[in-house]
């Protein structure tokens, strides 16, 4: 029989990856939308034919239930929440009624409609913050460091909780930051390699950045997909941290997306301080050695490899927009 799964933030890059490789797997896949007064839907117009869409909103329990009683998924993969972490100071309140309070609902949506659903959280390395201890990993000690990070810490833990209370298949990938052509323009990966493509197209000259010396583990976020479903294939429910193991700075980000253009950064780079951020996290690097052993999972893309596909989809989009006479910008 074939299998439905439910993926909250669809219309997000993780959401749109992990749509292809389930409906590769056969799935039907029910993908929850938010009414917005335009649709957002760029990420998945290439396989809108083959999702099945519903309105619904992490906010809103009742539409969580509906979507459950209707659709009966056997998984739920829940993606959705304020992701970007400068945005969790301006709007903590929000950011906790999304990213964390929103986890209960969906668990209660589940626990109330049916049980045996499998459930994927979306955790993040933010709850590591100021690091306890290098590498992290699934027993490093959190410590985040903003409200992003708090938030998400509830979420980790609630999702535990509902395992050991209500005995629900719920598990929680922890995940060290992944990029793609399809991440959000303010995350620093794809700010970097737009921007830098629009320098080397003669379209701007500057770039305002903020801490150059934060290092992160980056990886991509079409291997990472990959992991979230391998977690609810398990025998038992368990959390697994997902990274790479390779730290870089956003120093060697920059020399290494301008590099690939023939630029140096540094003829176009400047601080501006308001994108430094109240409280940063410094230095974050995975041991997925636990997903390894347990998932047979292993990152396919490496960090220049990474770099290069965003730096070159970048340059392709702008020059097919040059070339087709539409204005240079993301649409
Ligand atoms: P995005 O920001 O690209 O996508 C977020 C998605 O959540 C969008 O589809 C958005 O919908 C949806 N959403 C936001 N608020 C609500 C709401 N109230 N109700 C319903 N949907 C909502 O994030 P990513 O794809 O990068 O990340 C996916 C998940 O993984 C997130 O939970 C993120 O915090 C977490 N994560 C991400 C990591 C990364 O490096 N990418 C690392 C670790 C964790 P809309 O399009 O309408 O805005
Ligand atoms: P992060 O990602 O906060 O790790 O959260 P982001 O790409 O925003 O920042 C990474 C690091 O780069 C530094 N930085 C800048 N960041 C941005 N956005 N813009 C800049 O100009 C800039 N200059 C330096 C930041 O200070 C930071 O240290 C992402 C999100 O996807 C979360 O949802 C996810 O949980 C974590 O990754 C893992």
Redesign the pocket.
């Known amino acids: 029989m074939q299998r439905t799964a439910l993926i909250t933030g669809v219309t997000g890059?993780d959401g749109s990856y992990l749509a292809e490789l389930l409906l590769d797997e056969g799935y039907r896949v029910v993908g929850m939308v938010r009414r917005g007064s335009s649709p957002n839907y760029h990420r998945i117009e290439h396989i809108m034919d083959r999702l099945v869409l519903e309105q619904g909103d992490l906010l809103d329990q009742v539409s969580l239930i509906q979507i459950l009683r209707r659709h009966r998924p056997q998984e739920v993969y829940n993606l959705a929440?304020m992701?970007?972490?400068?945005t969790s100071w301006e709007q903590p309140v929000l950011t906790a009624e999304f990213t964390a309070v929103g986890v209960t609902r969906v668990l209660d949506a589940i626990r109330m409609v049916d049980p045996t659903i499998r459930v994927y959280q979306?955790?993040?390395?933010?709850?590591f913050g100021k690091v306890q201890e290098v590498p992290q990993r699934e027993t490093t000690p959190f410590y985040p460091r903003?409200p992003?990070?708090v938030a998400?810490v509830y979420g980790h833990w609630i999702t535990i909780n509902y395992r050991e209370s209500y005995d629900l298949f719920a598990v929680s990938g922890i995940?060290?930051?992944?990029?793609s052509p399809r991440?959000?323009l303010?995350?620093?990966?794809?700010?970097?390699t737009y921007n830098a493509a629009r320098i080397k197209l003669g379209l701007q000259d500057r770039?305002?950045?903020?801490?150059?010396d934060?290092?992160?583990d980056w990886g991509f976020a079409g291997d990472y997909v990959r992991a979230m479903w391998l977690m609810l294939q398990q025998d038992k429910p368990d959390d697994f941290v997902v990274a790479t193991g390779e730290q870089h700075s956003?120093r060697e980000?920059l020399e290494a997306a301008f590099g690939h253009l023939g630029l140096d950064y540094q003829d176009h780079v400047y601080?501006?301080p308001q994108?430094?951020?109240p409280a940063?996290?410094?230095e974050?690097v995975g041991d997925a050695s636990k997903a390894r052993r347990v998932l047979g999972w292993e990152p396919q893309v490496s960090f220049h490899e990474l770099v290069e596909m965003m730096v070159e989809h970048d340059l392709k989009m702008l020059e097919e927009k040059i070339a087709t006479g539409r204005p240079p910008t993301i649409d």
Do not use: C, I, W
């Open positions: 890059q929440a992701s970007f972490v400068p979306a955790s993040s390395s933010e709850m903003s992003y990070g998400k995940l060290f930051n992944h990029e991440r959000g303010e995350f620093v990966t794809r700010k970097v770039l305002p950045m903020g801490n150059l934060a290092k992160r956003v980000l601080t501006d994108f430094l951020r940063d996290v410094y974050l």
